[in-house]
Nanobody
């Protein structure tokens, strides 16, 4: 079994910054991809950014240049969010998937609210 625990969400003014953290535990494989998705009210869940254990990253166009994903081990991933906009308001979910497999694991989500 795999468990993910997120932290770091909160309320911030537009233009501000937040850093999200996610720790995965359980039956973890060293070759994996971890990432952040978000879901705003009335919208589908969307990829924000992901990173493999090899360091390959993917970003949504809407966050390029503002958000940075990083990891310091096979089990911990961060999302540094700068220049936050109102439209970044959403519940952010951490995701883990073993490379070569299709089973996705999710955290419980952390709320990020950007105010004017």
């Amino acid at each position: 079994q795999v468990q993910l625990v997120e932290s770091g969400g909160g309320l911030v003014q537009a233009g501000g910054s937040l850093r999200l953290s996610c720790v995965v535990s359980g039956s973890i494989f060293n070759l994996n991809r971890m990432g952040w998705y978000r879901q705003a009210p009335g919208k589908q869940r969307e990829l924000v950014a992901s990173i493999t254990t090899g360091g390959s990253t993917t970003y949504a166009d809407s966050v390029k240049g503002r958000f940075t994903i990083s990891r310091d081990s096979a089990k911990t991933v961060y999302l540094q969010m700068n220049s936050l906009k109102l439209e970044d308001t959403a519940v952010y979910y951490c995701n883990y998937v073993r490379l070569g497999r299709t089973t996705n694991y999710w955290g419980q989500g952390t709320q990020v609210t950007v105010s004017a």
